[in-house]
């Protein structure tokens, strides 16, 4: 570690997880009291700070059905929120109830953190069916599915007018997506087609699947990278750098993807739910966009669906209801309180009209149609450790310093190796 | 940022040169003064110097010796996502021999620190004309060039970041104007290593050209006065005293710089950021170290990584100090 050499940073580090630690034990030791009679105290981590009113909202709520209970929010931002959870559950504390997401969940599943859900009354038909499937494991249900995001095609109206280009459709194919980008690249003006990024859910993730092809098994034991589907979904991207109709991948590392789009000099970027809210409070913007569905590969146009998921701690000293509130929290009324803030699209079917109806100006329902081919977020038991080599291949594939299908072969190979240590 | 450890080391070692004449005279003073007095000097003094001692004492066996020692301990384990150490053995060790990366890693952390020892020189020259007599706004320019020390390293890798940008950057926009065409200088494997080493030399110019000050004031105007009755020109001067007289600093300033350098970690992961494809050829030690032990949760290997690190900053400090009995003059 650090520690040794490097000691301004021990001290930080150090501190820091000392504050994680007792951040996190002292509000578990609160739940000391039984599950009868006596006031429990219900700790509940969280990640996003947008969210916060309306996850106060739920736990509100679920203290008016469960007077004795207390629901404790507790708000860690992203960056550090996995390496403090991990951090507490390791030293036997945690959060009695925490959000999950789709790479971390079997790591935490496999190991017996999550307590399953299965006799809380969840039923999956309430829920897209690729976000049941991120949550089980071993046939199990783990984590209750919070809210979802897929992925669609924003475009700017104003460069696709001055170029005439009619705007994206739902019927559109990848060889439309690839003429409109070359017709609206204007090397003069420094405008681009698109932003062809390096990133998986929002672009080859989507693309793969479009080919037929897939990131790893359902069962997170067998790479996909090896197959001619996933080479022709990530071709469908460095095509579109190598013709000029996208920055190239050092100009996105330099200058991110999303700035190219937000300043008028792309015209098209994929991007999930998520951005609309940003897009429409983004004053530059908000008037020159609107959102198509994915163009279509050979296979259609799915999208990835990711979302999180309320799960329970195993050792929680009040584990029953904890597997309740955890449940409680991704049900329809939860779902309802969600949908109302508009921030993220709640994951309980027929909950989800209020978020489309927040943004009339966009056509967001495009969102919601997508669950229809949705895909899972590819995901298996330690999904950090064949990411990183998926990302450190794919930026020399996108960079151009190996061909893409040099590069898959050689992703395959190490992913394989990964996911082959996984089952060890 | 590699400087703060300079600046943080800078001054008792300084002292320690400086001072070692000057200190040695009271002590025997006290020795022999103490116990013909009163018979309770030693122990009462001893207890004395604990409580001066103590508190640095007590912070540095609990923030640095004992985190060293469990970092030892560390890197001989693996460990399980949620804890469950076991004992490996040297299996870290001979993981990380073999690691394709560890090599990379190593010349490209070689490179940045052999890059970054050509501010030595540039710290010297304007220390050197600072220390000018009946320079007008002497003070305005040191603060010039501190005021990187104090910044922010985040708000230096920004700002660097936006200079050197491809499209963007003014870097690129100067050259244009003399003609040049630049590049992405930070996502080219054959630039960025040098980009991020400038931002390293003008990172850490301050704490040098503070300490060649020092140094540059600390000798005597008699040998001046003196080489200019023998008729020495300026450069003769420069040369022929000023470098010599500067050897204990310029010999500190190494020694603390390379051990910097060889920790650098901040610039490479706030400038280039994981997707960067010129990370092969940028990824330095400390990179691979952030890598296993945050990114792959591999403490145990990252741990082994750090000890690698320390040994081989041992080695090349004590090489340089060897080294140091040829060039430095102490008077």
């Given amino acids: 570690m650090l520690r040794s050499t490097r000691p301004g940073r021990t001290v930080a580090a150090l501190a820091a997880s000392a504050a994680a630690l007792l951040a996190f034990s002292a509000c578990a030791s609160g739940s000391a009291a039984g599950d009868d009679g006596g006031d429990v105290t219900i700790d509940y981590a969280i990640w996003d700070q947008n969210q916060q009113p309306a996850m106060e909202e739920i736990a509100a709520a679920f203290t008016e059905e469960h007077p004795n209970v207390t629901i404790d929010i507790q708000l860690t931002p992203y960056k550090e929120y996995f390496t403090k959870l991990q951090t507490a559950v390791s030293g036997g504390a945690g959060p009695d109830v925490f959000w999950m997401n789709g790479p971390n969940f079997q790591l935490y599943a496999s190991n017996g953190v999550l307590a399953p859900l299965d006799d809380e009354g969840i039923a999956a038909s309430d829920y897209p069916q690729g976000l049941i499937d991120l949550y089980t494991y071993d046939g199990s249900l783990y984590g209750a599915p919070k809210d979802f995001d897929t992925v669609a095609l924003w475009y700017n109206t104003e460069l696709f007018d001055a170029a005439g280009v009619e705007y994206p459709s739902a019927d559109w194919t990848w060889d439309d997506l690839k003429a409109a980008a070359a017709k609206l690249t204007d090397p003069a003006a420094g405008v681009y087609g698109i932003a062809a990024t390096q990133y998986g859910q929002e672009n080859y993730y989507d693309s793969i699947a479009q080919a037929g092809g897939e990131v790893v098994s359902a069962d997170g034991t067998e790479t996909g990278y090896g197959s001619p589907e996933a080479l022709e979904g990530i071709t469908l991207w460095t095509d579109l750098i190598e013709a000029g109709s996208s920055p190239t991948a050092q100009q996105m590392t330099d200058t991110s993807a999303e700035d190219f789009f937000l300043s008028g000099k792309a015209a098209m970027f994929q991007n999930g739910s998520w951005a609309a809210v940003a897009y429409a409070e983004n004053p530059d913007i908000a008037e020159k966009v609107n959102v198509a569905p994915l163009a279509a590969g050979p296979e259609g146009n799915q999208s990835v669906i990711h979302g999180i998921g309320n799960v329970a701690n195993a050792k929680s000293d009040e584990l029953e209801i904890a597997k309740e509130f955890a449940a409680f929290a991704s049900?329809?009324?939860?779902?309802?309180?969600?949908?109302?803030?508009?921030?993220?699209?709640?994951?309980?079917?027929?909950?989800?009209?209020?978020?489309?109806?927040?943004?009339?100006?966009?056509?967001?329902?495009?969102?919601?149609?997508?669950?229809?081919?949705?895909?899972?977020?590819?995901?298996?038991?330690?999904?950090?450790?064949?990411?990183?080599?998926?990302?450190?291949?794919?930026?020399?594939?996108?960079a151009g310093t190996l061909t893409p299908e040099d590069g898959l072969a050689q992703l395959a190979d190490e992913m394989q190796a990964a996911l082959d240590a996984e089952s060890e | 940022m590699t400087d703060l450890i300079a600046q943080r080391t800078a001054a008792p070692i300084a002292e320690l040169d400086g001072g070692r004449p000057g200190d040695a005279a009271p002590r025997p003073r006290r020795r022999g003064d103490g116990p013909g007095r009163t018979g309770r000097g030693p122990r009462q003094s001893g207890w004395w110097a604990l409580l001066f001692i103590g508190p640095t004492a007590v912070g540095l066996l609990a923030f640095y010796l004992w985190p060293t020692v469990r970092t030892l301990i560390l890197s001989f384990t693996e460990s399980g996502p949620f804890g469950g150490t076991t004992f490996v053995g040297f299996d870290n060790y001979v993981a990380l021999l073999q690691d394709p990366e560890l090599l990379g890693a190593l010349r490209n952390t070689a490179v940045y620190t052999l890059i970054t020892l050509v501010g030595i020189p540039i710290a010297v020259a304007i220390a050197a004309l600072l220390n000018t007599t009946g320079l007008r706004g002497r003070g305005v320019y040191r603060t010039l060039y501190f005021i990187p020390v104090v910044t922010m390293p985040a708000a230096i890798a920004l700002v660097w970041r936006m200079i050197y940008n491809g499209d963007y950057g003014v870097l690129n926009e100067v050259l244009g104007v003399v003609g040049i065409e630049g590049r992405s200088w930070l996502t080219d494997p054959g630039t960025a290593l040098v980009a991020i080493a400038v931002v390293g030399i003008w990172a850490g110019l301050g704490t040098s050209i503070v300490i060649f000050l020092a140094g540059l004031q600390g000798i005597p105007d008699t040998l001046m006065e003196a080489a200019d009755l023998d008729g020495a020109g300026p450069i003769r001067k420069f040369f022929s005293i000023t470098i010599p007289m500067l050897s204990p600093s310029i010999f500190f300033v190494s020694v603390i710089g390379v051990i910097g350098a060889l920790q650098v970690f901040d610039l490479v992961y706030m400038m280039l950021g994981r997707n960067?494809?010129?990370?092969?050829?940028t990824r330095t030690i400390v990179y691979l170290f952030y890598e296993a032990g945050f990114l792959d949760n591999q403490r145990g290997y990252a741990a082994a990584i750090a000890f690698l690190l320390l040994l081989i900053i041992l080695v090349l400090t004590v090489v340089q100090f060897r080294l140091q009995k040829k060039w430095v003059h102490y008077e």
């Avoid at chain 1, 969102?367 to 990183?388: F, G, R």
């Fill in chain 1, 331 to 398: 049900g329809e009324q939860a779902a309802k309180i969600q949908a109302e803030t508009g921030t993220v699209i709640p994951a309980f079917n027929g909950t989800q009209q209020a978020w489309v109806d927040a943004l009339p100006q966009y056509d967001l329902q495009v969102y919601i149609d997508a669950l229809e081919t949705a895909v899972p977020y590819p995901v298996s038991k330690n999904t950090a450790a064949w990411n990183a080599i998926e990302s450190e291949i794919l930026s020399q594939v996108w």
């Fill in chain 2, 276 to 281: 960067n494809p010129a990370m092969p050829n």
